[in-house]
């Protein structure tokens, strides 16, 4: 009997040491925010395909995030630029996946895409200072390229932020390679060989994967 307050007393503090570490791992944007993938209108947008195959640069649909502390979404005009009917080849993208961009255009409606990335309120990320700075877009959003549907690759909490601007020269890239993923990615690959950001995928892997012979990549939109 005199034995049990001790072992209640270490019982109770290793009770609270458990409790505390569970809250520390588990209670964080990194464990319940990353890899969070809503799912989007009809058949969503394919990264994968636009950004990775065909290569279209970031800013082409993110068009203000060099110049407002928002990042856009664009626009179903657009869209529509490059999906109305007739313009791509249906060899490549078939009329039945598209059909609710050419109706948003037709009727002069959004496309209610649902946001991924999604900070507090109280939280002001100034797109167009990082951007201009030399943030990429791979820093806080991942090979994007790699991606059929954009998840949330990175916790974008207060700690991962403030280890960002605590190291700011190790994680900025010149201002002309900010939208150039593949070239982020490998040159964060040469300063971190063990690496493997895009499901075990070296960034040469990645790239040999989108690969397409030049004749069938211009066919997706010139037929």
Request: proline share 7%; charged share 15%; aromatic share 10%.
């Amino acid at each position: 009997m005199n034995a049990l307050p001790t072992l209640g007393a270490v019982a109770g503090l290793g009770g609270f040491v458990t409790v505390v570490g569970a809250v520390t791992y588990y209670f964080t944007p990194k464990f319940w925010e990353v890899g969070y993938m809503p799912e989007q209108p009809s058949t969503g947008f394919n990264h994968r395909i636009h950004a990775g195959t065909l290569g279209i640069d970031c800013r082409y649909c993110h068009s203000n995030v060099e110049d407002s502390k928002i990042s856009n979404v664009p626009t179903v005009s657009v869209c529509y630029g490059c999906h109305q009917e007739n313009h791509v080849s249906s060899e490549y993208v078939s009329d039945d996946k598209v059909a609710f961009i050419r109706e948003a255009y037709e009727t002069n409606s959004s496309i209610e895409w649902v946001n991924v990335h999604v900070l507090p309120d109280y939280v002001q990320f100034p797109h167009h200072v990082h951007v201009n700075a030399g943030v990429s877009c791979y820093s806080c959003h991942g090979q994007i390229m790699g991606m059929p549907v954009v998840y949330q690759a990175e916790p974008l909490s207060m700690k991962w932020c403030l280890d960002c601007h605590r190291n700011a020269e190790e994680n900025l890239v010149p201002p002309d390679k900010v939208t150039d993923l593949a070239w982020v990615q490998q040159d964060w690959f040469d300063k971190n060989p063990s690496d493997r950001n895009h499901e075990g995928l070296t960034p040469e892997q990645l790239v040999q994967s989108l690969h397409r012979d030049p004749p069938e990549h211009c066919a997706a939109c010139h037929y």
